[in-house]
T-cell receptor, first 114, second 113 residues
Framework: EPEVTQTPSHQVTQMGQEVILRCVPI?????FYWYRQILGQKVEFLVS????????KSEIFDDQFSVERPDGSNFTLKIRSTKLEDSAMYFC????????????FGDGTRLSIL | AQKVTQAQTEISVVEKEDVTLDCVYE???????LFWYKQPPSGELVFLIR??????QNEISGRYSWNFQKSTSSFNFTITASQVVDSAVYFC??????????FGSGTQLTVLP
């Protein structure tokens, strides 16, 4: 069964540095998403992406964040000038075109900011 | 604004018991979709079930069943004959007119042998 893959599984970065989290969505999916989960808390929506542009974003997704689909397969989340509070699990997800299609999640990237 | 409430923070049951996880939601959208996801200790999010707002028929899938009641804005999830491998955090999620999922805070289910 096709799945969403995320790399790396764990990223450790010094505060102030930039990080890029990578995702390969399911190949025939049209919508792509990033969510984050701070340890022990609920999963929070960051951004959705469709037709090569951001379709929705949350208040969390400020100028520090950006997303890109640099080629036909990868979907990346860039965090500039990381802060301690950016430490979290970041999940990528993708879904098909119909509204009732579930979002399928990758295994996540654990980001640790030191 | 959308909201999902999972009032049960933690539940413990003994293996083979049935367990129901509660979910109450709020939305102003007339068409919406409800989902349950499982997050085992390894951390990934696994899709379990979905329900459309215009279909209130309740279903059973293997050991899973769900009870969707629009009148009370509830979407409860039942695991029959629980197993130790069912131990995980279970999240209820809502999708309205926007595609983003709004998650509840999760229920930690522990199934004891």
């Amino acid at each position: 069964e096709p799945e969403v893959t995320q790399t790396p599984s764990h990223q450790v970065t010094q505060m102030g540095q930039e990080v890029i989290l990578r995702c390969v969505p399911i190949s025939n999916h049209l919508y792509f998403y990033w969510y984050r989960q701070i340890l022990g808390q609920k999963v929070e929506f960051l951004v959705s992406f469709y037709n090569n542009e951001i379709s929705e974003k949350s208040e969390i997704f400020d100028d520090q964040f950006s997303v890109e689909r640099p080629d036909g397969s990868n979907f990346t989340l860039k965090i500039r000038s990381t802060k301690l509070e950016d430490s979290a699990m970041y999940f990528c997800a993708s879904s098909g075109g119909q509204g009732n299609q579930p979002q399928h999640f990758g295994d996540g990237t654990r980001l640790s900011i030191l | 604004a959308q909201k999902v409430t999972q009032a049960q923070t933690e539940i413990s049951v003994v293996e083979k018991e049935d367990v129901t996880l509660d979910c109450v939601y709020e939305t102003r959208d007339t068409t919406y979709y409800l989902f349950w996801y499982k997050q085992p200790p390894s951390g990934e999010l696994v899709f379990l079930i979905r329900r459309n707002s215009f279909d209130e028929q309740n279903e059973i899938s293997g050991r899973y069943s769900w009870n969707f009641q629009k009148s009370t804005s509830s979407f409860n999830f039942t695991i029959t004959a629980s197993q130790v491998v069912d131990s995980a955090v279970y999240f209820c999620a809502l999708r309205g007119s926007a595609r983003q999922l709004t998650f509840g805070s999760g229920t930690q289910l522990t199934v004891l042998p």
